[in-house]
C-alpha cells in the first residue's frame, strides 16, 4: 500500500513539474516553414513530419549526379558543404558487403550561421543544416532528406528577430534549391 501512495505521489509530482514547464513554454509560430513545404506537394512521394521534409529524385538521376547538382546550386546561394559523412561506405566497409549509399552533407550560409551563434551559442546543437542524400539500394532510387531550421526557433523563443530571419533564409534557401533540383530533372 505504501508503495502505491509513493508512487500516486511521484507520478503527481511530475506531472505538476511538467504542466509548469509547459506553460512557461511560449508558442513559436511555424506558419511560414509549413507554407514552405507545399511547394512539394505536387511532387509525388514527397513526405514530411514536422520539420523533416523527404523528397524522392527523379529515377532516372544517380546519386553522383544529384550530389553534383545540390552542390552547384548551394555555392549559387552561398550555402557552403562544411563537412560531409559517407555512413553507407563506412558501414559497407566495416560489413565487408556492399550498403546503399548514405551520405551526410553539412550545409551552413558562414555569415547567417555566426549572427546565430553569437546570439544564442547552444542553437549550434542543430547546427549545421544537415541534408541526407541515400539509396533505397545499392544504385537504387535517391532520396533527399533535410530539416528546415527555424523549427528549431521552438526551443530559443527569445532568439532576436535577426537571428531568426537568418535562420529562416537558410531554410527557404535550402527549400527551393532541393525543389528545384527535382522540378528541373522530372
Request: hydrophobic share 45%.
Given at each position: 500500500?505504501?508503495f502505491?501512495?509513493?508512487?500516486?505521489?511521484?507520478?503527481?509530482g511530475?506531472?505538476?513539474?511538467?504542466?509548469?514547464?509547459r506553460?512557461?513554454?511560449?508558442?513559436?509560430?511555424?506558419?511560414?516553414?509549413?507554407?514552405s513545404?507545399?511547394?512539394?506537394?505536387?511532387?509525388?512521394?514527397?513526405?514530411?513530419?514536422?520539420?523533416?521534409?523527404k523528397?524522392?529524385?527523379?529515377?532516372?538521376?544517380?546519386?553522383?549526379d544529384?550530389?553534383?547538382?545540390?552542390e552547384?546550386?548551394?555555392a549559387?546561394?552561398?550555402?557552403?558543404?562544411?563537412?560531409?559523412?559517407e555512413?553507407?561506405?563506412?558501414?559497407g566497409?566495416?560489413?565487408?558487403?556492399?550498403?546503399?549509399?548514405?551520405?551526410?552533407?553539412h550545409?551552413?550560409?558562414?555569415?547567417?550561421?555566426?549572427?546565430?551563434?553569437?546570439?544564442?551559442?547552444?542553437?549550434?546543437a542543430?547546427?549545421?543544416?544537415?541534408?541526407?542524400?541515400?539509396?533505397?539500394?545499392?544504385?537504387?532510387?535517391?532520396?533527399?532528406?533535410?530539416?528546415?531550421?527555424?523549427?528549431?526557433?521552438?526551443?530559443?523563443?527569445?532568439?532576436?528577430?535577426?537571428?531568426?530571419?537568418?535562420?529562416?533564409?537558410?531554410g527557404?534557401?535550402?527549400?527551393?534549391i532541393?525543389?528545384?533540383?527535382?522540378?528541373?530533372?522530372?
Amino acid at each position: 500500500m505504501r508503495f502505491w501512495i509513493v508512487m500516486t505521489a511521484l507520478c503527481v509530482g511530475l506531472m505538476s513539474a511538467w504542466s509548469s514547464a509547459r506553460a512557461e513554454t511560449p508558442i513559436v509560430d511555424i506558419t511560414r516553414d509549413l507554407e514552405s513545404v507545399k511547394q512539394f506537394d505536387a511532387i509525388e512521394g514527397v513526405t514530411h513530419h514536422g520539420p523533416v521534409l523527404k523528397v524522392p529524385m527523379p529515377a532516372s538521376m544517380k546519386l553522383e549526379d544529384v550530389i553534383f547538382e545540390l552542390e552547384s546550386a548551394l555555392a549559387e546561394e552561398n550555402l557552403n558543404i562544411v563537412g560531409r559523412n559517407e555512413i553507407g561506405k563506412a558501414i559497407g566497409k566495416r560489413n565487408g558487403e556492399p550498403f546503399p549509399a548514405f551520405t551526410i552533407l553539412h550545409i551552413c550560409n558562414l555569415t547567417a550561421g555566426e549572427k546565430i551563434i553569437r546570439n544564442e551559442p547552444a542553437f549550434g546543437a542543430f547546427l549545421p543544416c544537415k541534408v541526407v542524400l541515400y539509396e533505397e539500394s545499392p544504385g537504387g532510387r535517391v532520396w533527399i532528406v533535410t530539416y528546415k531550421p527555424t523549427f528549431a526557433m521552438i526551443y530559443f523563443p527569445d532568439m532576436p528577430e535577426e537571428a531568426k530571419a537568418a535562420a529562416g533564409e537558410i531554410g527557404d534557401k535550402l527549400f527551393n534549391i532541393i525543389h528545384e533540383l527535382v522540378v528541373s530533372n522530372m
